[in-house]
C-alpha cells in the first residue's frame, strides 16, 4: 500500500542521492519508509516529504525480494520515473538504506540455519543439550526442548582453570601463583593451564568435520573468556582448513558462563552466513553503484551496524528493537521525562518494553530454547496477537498461545480458519469490512467473511452456554451469554494476558505503571491501545501517524553503534577504581576509532560507560552506566536499592565486566516533539463529526454495555488541533485506531494522542458485577490472582540474597482463600505446590482469635505442613474490617538452617533435630515488628542444643532471605487490595471459589475419562526405595469423577531420612493431577476436590513428629510421582530422584586468624521417563517435583575449589522400548582442597521401571575416585547416601538414573 505527493523536487532527487530509505522486514510484511525533497508549503515547511510502502514479504510471483521491490517502487514515486523489475535497480538516488530484518529470527525458529559444528572441550560434548537442565513448562509430561543448533560435536583434549577460588575466606593473595604453567587472563584472573592441545590432532578433528560439507564452526572451550590463546589458534587452523566461517566464544561474548557464550557462539555459526547469503542476494539486485551508498542494519540492542559488521547473534530482536527507537523518539520528552510502555501488537504475538531516557538493555535471553548471551533491548513478547486462537478449556475463556499464521490465519479470511482475535473485533465492529482491504478469497479479491466469523462464534457461545449451565443446578442461576458478550470477553481475556508482561517490566522493577504513558504500534495495537491501559491505569495512549510502520520509521531515527567489552575480575575499591577507569577509556578510544573510520566526525560521536556490577557472593549484576555526580559504587547502590529494594553495606562489590558502548549519529532528530505541539496546539472539537472532511461513515460497535453508533473519521484528513471524543474509529491506509468511551483523541502532526477521561479511574463501581459464575471474569480473574502470585515471585527473587533463591529459584509463592485453600500458585517447584495449604491451614488452626494485622507467620515442621526443614514458609494474613479475608504465602529453600552438617541436608539423618532448626508455627513480625531476637534464638541456638548440631552457618544470608520473604508477601496483599478496590471483597472471595470449582469440575473429567478406560475403575501401583521401603497405591474411581488415592500397604517409618510428611504426597497426586489434564487449568485446591487421600498413620508417609524427613522431599516425592503416573498408565518411571550433592569447608583456624566456612549444594539432573503420547524421554533433564537450575561450569569453578571435568549424557541409560527412555548424565567432579562432600540420591539399586514392556532405565552411580601419591587410585561405591572427607585430587562422579522405556 503506497502513498503518493505529486510536489516532488525531481529535480532535487535526480542523480543526487537525496533519498532516505528505511525497511523493516517482517515475517508477514516488509515495511518501507522513504524521505525526499519536497517543496515546502505553509501547510507543510519541511521540505521533506515521507512515503509508506507495505507489501507481502513473500510474493514470489510478482517479486523475489521484498526489501527491494519497495526500495524500487520507493524510487519510482520519488522520481517520477519508472524502475523496471527486470532490470538492476539504480542507486544514483538514494542517499542511505537501513535494514531490520526477521530472516534470524525465522531461521532460529524454524531450524533453517547453516549447518554447523561445535568446539568444546573435552567432557562437555553435551553442554547445551543438558544447558541449565531445567524443562521449559513444569506441567509438560512429554518435556518438549527445542533442538540444538549443531550437526557435530568436536571434544578438544584442552583444559584450564582458576587460581584460587571466590568463597576462599582467606587473603586473596593465594589466588597469584610463579608457576610456569600460570598466566594472567584478560579479566585480571590467574589461570593454570592443565592441559594444552596437540595441535596435529586438532586439525584432524577439524579436516574430518570440513570432509562432511561442513563450513561453519563455533568455538568454545572453558574459561575463554578470559583465557584466549587455545580458541585463538583453533580458529587460525579452522581457518587455514577451509571453514568459511568461525566463530570464537572469546571474540563473540567475552563474558563469563560457559552455557550461554557456547549457545550464542553456536547461534552465530548457525545464524551469520544465512544473513550474509541474503545480504548478497539482496545486494546482487541493484547496479554497480550499490557499494557507495551507506547500508545499515539493526541490532537487537537498538543500534545499526554497518552491513560488514551485522551477524546473526545480534540480528534477533532487529524489527522489535528498530519499533522501541521509534517511539522512544517520538514519544519520550527530556523536560517532561514521563517514561513510556511500549506496546507492539502484530499478528502472532505482541512486544512490550519500557523507555524511561535510556534504552533498557539486557544481556542473556533466551529464544526459541537458545540462551543469546549478548546486548539486547528488554523486550517481552507474549503470545497474544490479532491471529491468536479463541478456546474455551475447563471452564475458562483462554487466547493462545496457539495462532492461526497467516495462513490460514483467523476465520474472517475465508481459508476455513479458526477463530482468532481479528474474529472478535470483527464481529464487535472494531474493524469494518468496508474499510479492509479486498483480498481474501480464491480470487484475492473479496472482503473479510463476517458470515463465517459470526457462525463460529455462534457454535462456541453455544457450547459455553450449555456447559456453564450444566455447572448449575437452578436454571436461574445462569444467564445465557450472547455472542458479543463472549467476543468481548475474549478480547478482555487477552487485553489482561498483554497487561502481565507490562507489569512486570514496570512494577516488579520498582516503577508505577500508572506514572508512564503507553506507546502504541503495529497493525493490532491501535484496537485495543485503551483498554490495555485502563486496565493499567495508565491516562495517555501516543499512536503515531506511522504507527503500523513504526519500526521502518525508527531505522531512520536510530543511531549507529558499535560496542567494546572486556571481561573483569575485580573488587571495586579506591585502590581498583583507577586502573578500571584506564581500561574502560581505552574500550571507548578503540569505538571510537571504528566510528570515525566509518566516516563520523568526532562531534557526531557519543560514548556510554558502564561497569558491570554485583555483590559478591551473587550471581545478579547491574550494567552501571558512568555516572555524571559521584561514582560507580553510588550509581549501582542508588539502581540495587531501585530494582531489588535493599543494598548490602557489608559486603564487597565485584566488576565482572567493562563496557563501552559507542553511537554515531548521522541526523540529529529533536526528540518528544509532541509534547511541545500539545502545548501551543489550539484545540477544536468535533461536535458533529459527520460534517467534517474525515468523516466517513457512522456506524455500530459493541462495548461493555451493549451497541453505541460510533463516528468512523480518516486519519489523513484530520488536522492538527482537531479533537475526537470517544467512541469514535479512526483509519489510516494501514490500521485501525479505536477510541473507546471515555477517552478523547486529540490530533497533532505527527501523533494520535489519546487522553482517558476520569470516569474511568480504577474503582469499585468500575466493575459492576454479579457474585454468580461467568465466564468471562472468571477467565480475566484467573488471570489476575495468577499474575499476584507470579509478581509476589519476582518481588522473592529479586529481594533475596542467596544462591538457592536468587539463581536457582528454589523458591515458590501463592495465594489463599480465607479458609487457606489454595487459589493460585505461580508454576514455580512442583513439590511445594499442595503442600503450602497444609501449613497455612495448621496455623489457622493453631492461632486461632491470635492473628492481628501486620502478623506474619514462621513455620517449617513437617507436621506443621512443612516438606523438610531448609524450606521455610512465610505466611501473611490479609485483614479487612479486623477479620481474616485472604492468605499469602512465599516457601524457600534456605541454604543453611543448621543441624549436623552444612547445607542442612545430611545424607545420614536418623532424628529430624539432626536437620536444622524447626518450628511449628512463630510470629517472625508480630503487629508489624520484626522479632529478629526470636529469629536468632531460633536459628542459631535451638539446633546448637543437640548434640554434634550447630545453628546456621549463615545467618546474616538466611535473615536477608526471610526479609526477602515477609517484602513477597507484602506485595501480594499490596496488589490483591487493589484487586478487590476493582471489583468488591465479595467479588474476588467468590471467584476465588468459582475457581477452584473450575479446577475441580476438570479432574473430575479426567477422572471419569480414566474410569471409561478401566471400567472397573480399579488401579493399582507400587514401587521400592533403595531400602526396600514399599510405597504401595490403590486407587478407585467412583462413576461422579471423584476418587480414593489409598496408600495402604506402604512400609513403615523409616530410621532414616526418606521419611515424607502427607503434604509431600498432597504435593505428589496434585501436580500428577495436574499434568495428565493436559491443557490450561489454574493449579488450586479444587483439583484435590475430588480425591480422598489415605494414608497409614506411621508409615513412611506420615511418620511420627520426630522423624528425619530432609530426603522425603527430594527423593521419596520423586518415587511418589512415579507411582502414580505408572498407577494410570502415562509414563514409564523417570530418575525418580533429585541427585542431591553439598560440599564444603567448615569455619578455618589459620594463623592465629578464624575464617568463616561456606557450603555448596546441587540438584543433578537425570533421564526422563518415556509415556504413550511421545516419541522419546528427554535426556538430562529435571523431571517431576523439581525443576531447578544447575550453577555453570566456569561459576562452579571460579567460586569453589573444583575442577568440574565432564558434564555430559550418560549414554544408553535410558530404558529401551518402542519409546525410548531419556539418558540420565555425568558429572565429574575433582576438588582441589579438603573438604566434606555428601550425596543424598536414590534409585541406586531398583532401577527406574518401563511401562506396558517397556525396559527399565539404568540405575545410577555413586565414585569416589581416590588419588594416592604413589600407588594408583582407589575407586569406592558410595551407595546412594553417604558422606566422605575428599582430599586434594579426589574426584566424586556422579551417574545419574536414566529413565524408563514405553511399549516393547
Request: negative net charge; charged residues 20%.
Amino acid at each position: 500500500m503506497e502513498t503518493t505527493d505529486n510536489r516532488l523536487l525531481l529535480e532535487e532527487c535526480g542523480g543526487k542521492h537525496r533519498v532516505r530509505i528505511s525497511v523493516d522486514r517482517g515475517g508477514t510484511f516488509t515495511d518501507c519508509v522513504g524521505i525526499f525533497p519536497v517543496e515546502p508549503t505553509a501547510k507543510d515547511p519541511s521540505g521533506e516529504r515521507v512515503v509508506v510502502v507495505k507489501l507481502l514479504s513473500e510474493d514470489p510471483t510478482h517479486y523475489s525480494d521484498a526489501p527491494r521491490e519497495g526500495i524500487r517502487r520507493i524510487l519510482e514515486i520519488a522520481t517520477g520515473s519508472p524502475h523496471p523489475r527486470d532490470a538492476l535497480l539504480a542507486t544514483e538516488n538514494i542517499e542511505s538504506i537501513r535494514m531490520g530484518t526477521t530472516v534470524a529470527t525465522n531461521a532460529l525458529l524454524e531450524r533453517k540455519g547453516e549447518p554447523c559444528a561445535l568446539v568444546v572441550t573435552l567432557g562437555f560434548r553435551d553442554l547445551l543439550k543438558i544447558g541449565n537442565q531445567a524443562r521449559p513448562k513444569i506441567f509438560d509430561l512429554s518435556i518438549s526442548k527445542p533442538d540444538v543448533l549443531y550437526q557435530h560435536v568436536v571434544q578438544i583434549d584442552e583444559r584450564v582453570t582458576l587460581v584460587g577460588y571466590a568463597m576462599d575466606p582467606r587473603p586473596a593473595a593465594q589466588n597469584q601463583s610463579d608457576e610456569t604453567n600460570v598466566v594472567v587472563g584478560r579479566s585480571g584472573e590467574h589461570v593454570r593451564i592443565l592441559k594444552t592441545p596437540e595441535w596435529a590432532t586438532v586439525r584432524k578433528q577439524l579436516q574430518q568435520v570440513f570432509d562432511t560439507g561442513i563450513r561453519s564452526v563455533a568455538v568454545c572451550l572453558m574459561h575463554a573468556y578470559t583465557f584466549t590463546a587455545h580458541e585463538e589458534e583453533i580458529g587460525r587452523i579452522a581457518s587455514e582448513i577451509g571453514f568459511t566461517h568461525v566463530t570464537l566464544s572469546s571474540h563473540l561474548s567475552p563474558r563469563i558462563k560457559i552455557v550461554p557464550r557456547a549457545h550464542s557462539a553456536t547461534a552465530d555459526a548457525y545464524l551469520t552466513p544465512g544473513i550474509r547469503r541474503y545480504v548478497d542476494g539482496f545486494a546482487s539486485g541493484f547496479d554497480a553503484g550499490f557499494g557507495d551508498i551507506r547500508i545499515d542494519f539493526m541490532q537487537s540492542d537498538g543500534g545499526l551496524a554497518p552491513v560488514e559488521h551485522f551477524s546473526g547473534l545480534r540480528a534477533i530482536l532487529s524489527g522489535p528493537a528498530a519499533g522501541v527507537v521509534g517511539y522512544a523518539v517520538t514519544s519520550y520528552s527530556e523536560s517532561e521525562k514521563i517514561s513510556l510502555v511500549g506496546f507492539d501488537m502484530g499478528g502472532t504475538s505482541t512486544d512490550v518494553s519500557r523507555f524511561g531516557g535510556e534504552f533498557e538493555h539486557v544481556f542473556e535471553t533466551t529464544t526459541a530454547g537458545v540462551t543469546i548471551q549478548a546486548p539486547q533491548l528488554d523486550i517481552n513478547t507474549v503470545a497474544a496477537g490479532g491471529g491468536s486462537r479463541l478456546f474455551f478449556r475447563n471452564g475458562l475463556m483462554v487466547v493462545g498461545p496457539e495462532s492461526a499464521g497467516a495462513f490460514p490465519g483467523p476465520a474472517c479470511y475465508r481459508n476455513g480458519g479458526p477463530l482468532c482475535i481479528t474474529d472478535a473485533n470483527l464481529l464487535l465492529g472494531r474493524l469494518r469490512v468496508e474499510h479492509f482491504p479486498h483480498i481474501f478469497g480464491p480470487s484475492e479479491d473479496q472482503p473479510l467473511d463476517m458470515n463465517a466469523t459470526r457462525a463460529l462464534f455462534e457454535q462456541l457461545v453455544a457450547d459455553i452456554n450449555a456447559e456453564m449451565r450444566a455447572r448449575h443446578t437452578a436454571e436461574s442461576a445462569y444467564q445465557n451469554k450472547s455472542v458479543e458478550e463472549i467476543a468481548l470477553g475474549f478480547l478482555q481475556v487477552a487485553n489482561e494476558t498483554m497487561c502481565r508482561p507490562i507489569r512486570t517490566l514496570t512494577e516488579a522493577r520498582g516503577h508505577n505503571v500508572q506514572n508512564h504513558s503507553l506507546a502504541c504500534f503495529g497493525g493490532a495495537g491501535g484496537q485495543h491501545a485503551c483498554a490495555v491501559a485502563a486496565n493499567l491505569g495508565i491516562r495517555r495512549v501516543f499512536v503515531h501517524r506511522l504507527a503500523s510502520v513504526l519500526s521502518a520509521y525508527g531505522l531512520g531515527l536510530s543511531e549507529v553503534v558499535h560496542e567494546e567489552q572486556s571481561p573483569a575480575a575485580a573488587i571495586w575499591s579506591n585502590e581498583a577504581q583507577q586502573p578500571l577507569l584506564a581500561r574502560l577509556e581505552k574500550l571507548s578510544r578503540v569505538g571510537c576509532r571504528k566510528l570515525i573510520s566509518q566516516g563520523f566526525l568526532d562531534s557526531q560521536i557519543r560514548v556510554q560507560r558502564f561497569l558491570n556490577m554485583r555483590y559478591d557472593g551473587t550471581d545478579t549484576s547491574i550494567m552501571v552506566p558512568e555516572a555524571t555526580i559521584g561514582d560507580y559504587q553510588l550509581r549501582f547502590e542508588s539502581m540495587h536499592q531501585r530494582e531489588f529494594g535493599f543494598v548490602l553495606r557489608n559486603r564487597r562489590i565485584i566488576v565482572d565486566d567493562l563496557r563501552a558502548r559507542v553511537t554515531g549519529t548521522l541526523s540529529k532528530v529533536k526528540a518528544g516533539q509532541v509534547y511541545d505541539e500539545l502545548k501551543s496546539l489550539q484545540r477544536r472539537e468535533l461536535c458533529e463529526p459527520n460534517t467534517h472532511p474525515a468523516f466517513v461513515d457512522t456506524v455500530s460497535v459493541y462495548f461493555q454495555g451493549g451497541y453505541r453508533p460510533t463516528a468512523v473519521l480518516k486519519l489523513g484528513l484530520l488536522n492538527p488541533g482537531d479533537v475526537v471524543r470517544g467512541p469514535a474509529i479512526v483509519l489510516d491506509c494501514n490500521s485501525t485506531v479505536l477510541v473507546e468511551p471515555n477517552w478523547v483523541a486529540t490530533v497533532t502532526s505527527t501523533q494520535l494522542v489519546l487522553d482517558n477521561t476520569p470516569v474511568t479511574t480504577l474503582d469499585v463501581s468500575t466493575h459492576h458485577i454479579s457474585t454468580e459464575i461467568d465466564p468471562i471474569h472468571l477467565s480475566v480473574l484467573a488471570n489476575r490472582f495468577m499474575s499476584i502470585a507470579e509478581q509476589m515471585g519476582r518481588t522473592l527473587e529479586k529481594t533475596s540474597v542467596s544462591t538457592n533463591i536468587k539463581e536457582r529459584l528454589d523458591f515458590s509463592c501463592a495465594l489463599f482463600d480465607q479458609h487457606g485453600n489454595l487459589v493460585a500458585n505461580a508454576p514455580h517447584i512442583p513439590v511445594h505446590l499442595g503442600s503450602m495449604s497444609h501449613a497455612v491451614k495448621f496455623q489457622l488452626d493453631r492461632f486461632s482469635e491470635d492473628l492481628q494485622e501486620g502478623d506474619v507467620i514462621l513455620v517449617n515442621h513437617p507436621q506443621a505442613g512443612g516438606t523438610h526443614l531448609p524450606d521455610i514458609t512465610i505466611i501473611s494474613p490479609v485483614f479487612h474490617d479486623s477479620r481474616i479475608i485472604f492468605f499469602v504465602a512465599s516457601r524457600g529453600h534456605h541454604a543453611d538452617i543448621g543441624g549436623i552438617s552444612p547445607g542442612s541436608m545430611p545424607p545420614n539423618s536418623r532424628e529430624l533435630f539432626q536437620e536444622g532448626a524447626s518450628s511449628m508455627g512463630m510470629k517472625i513480625v508480630n503487629r508489624g515488628e520484626f522479632q529478629e531476637e526470636a529469629v536468632r534464638h531460633m536459628l542459631l541456638e535451638e539446633p546448637a542444643q543437640y548434640p554434634e548440631c550447630s545453628g546456621t552457618r549463615n545467618y546474616r544470608d538466611v535473615l536477608s532471605d526471610l526479609k526477602a520473604q515477609i517484602a513477597a508477601n507484602h506485595h501480594g496483599i499490596a496488589l490483591l487490595s487493589q484487586l478487590c478496590a476493582e471489583y468488591g471483597l465479595e467479588v474476588v472471595q467468590e471467584y476465588m471459589a468459582h475457581i477452584q470449582h473450575t479446577a475441580e469440575a476438570a479432574v473430575r473429567l479426567l477422572l471419569k475419562e480414566t474410569r471409561v478406560k478401566h471400567p472397573t475403575g480399579q488401579l493399582s501401583g507400587h514401587d521400592f526405595m533403595d531400602d526396600g521401603s514399599k510405597i504401595s497405591l490403590h486407587v478407585d474411581i467412583s462413576e461422579d469423577g471423584s476418587a480414593l488415592f489409598d496408600f495402604t500397604g506402604t512400609s513403615p517409618e523409616i530410621y532414616g531420612n526418606t521419611n515424607a510428611p502427607p503434604s509431600v504426597t498432597h504435593s505428589a497426586i496434585i501436580y500428577c493431577l495436574r499434568c495428565m489434564v493436559q491443557s490450561d487449568l489454574p493449579l488450586n485446591q479444587g483439583c484435590l476436590a475430588p480425591v480422598r487421600v489415605v494414608i497409614p498413620e506411621n508409615s513412611f508417609l506420615s511418620p511420627s513428629s520426630t522423624a528425619a524427613v530432609v530426603g522425603g522431599n527430594v527423593l521419596t516425592s520423586q518415587r511418589l510421582c512415579d507411582v502414580i503416573l505408572a498407577t494410570f498408565g502415562v509414563a514409564a518411571a523417570s530418575q525418580g530422584c533429585m541427585n542431591n550433592l553439598t560440599f564444603g569447608i567448615p569455619a578455618i583456624e589459620e594463623g592465629g586468624m578464624r575464617y568463616e566456612g561456606w557450603g555448596y549444594y546441587e540438584t543433578i539432573a537425570g533421564g526422563h521417563g518415556a509415556g504413550r503420547d511421545w516419541q522419546k524421554g528427554q535426556d538430562g533433564v529435571h523431571t517431576n517435583m523439581t525443576n531447578t537450575k544447575i550453577t555453570d561450569p566456569e561459576i562452579l569453578e571460579r567460586r569453589y575449589p573444583v575442577i568440574l571435568h565432564r558434564f555430559m549424557l550418560r549414554e544408553g541409560s535410558g530404558g529401551t522400548g518402542m519409546h525410548p527412555g531419556g539418558n540420565g548424565c555425568i558429572r565429574d567432579i575433582e576438588f582441589l582442597e579438603a573438604m566434606s562432600v555428601s550425596l543424598l540420591t536414590e534409585r541406586r539399586v531398583f532401577q527406574p521401571p518401563g511401562l506396558d514392556g517397556g525396559g527399565n532405565g539404568a540405575c545410577g552411580l555413586n565414585l569416589w575416585e581416590r588419588h594416592f601419591e604413589h600407588k594408583d587410585k582407589q575407586v569406592l561405591n558410595l551407595g546412594g547416601k553417604n558422606s566422605v572427607f575428599v582430599q586434594p585430587g579426589d574426584h566424586i562422579v556422579i551417574m545419574t538414573p536414566g529413565g524408563g522405556g514405553y511399549g516393547k
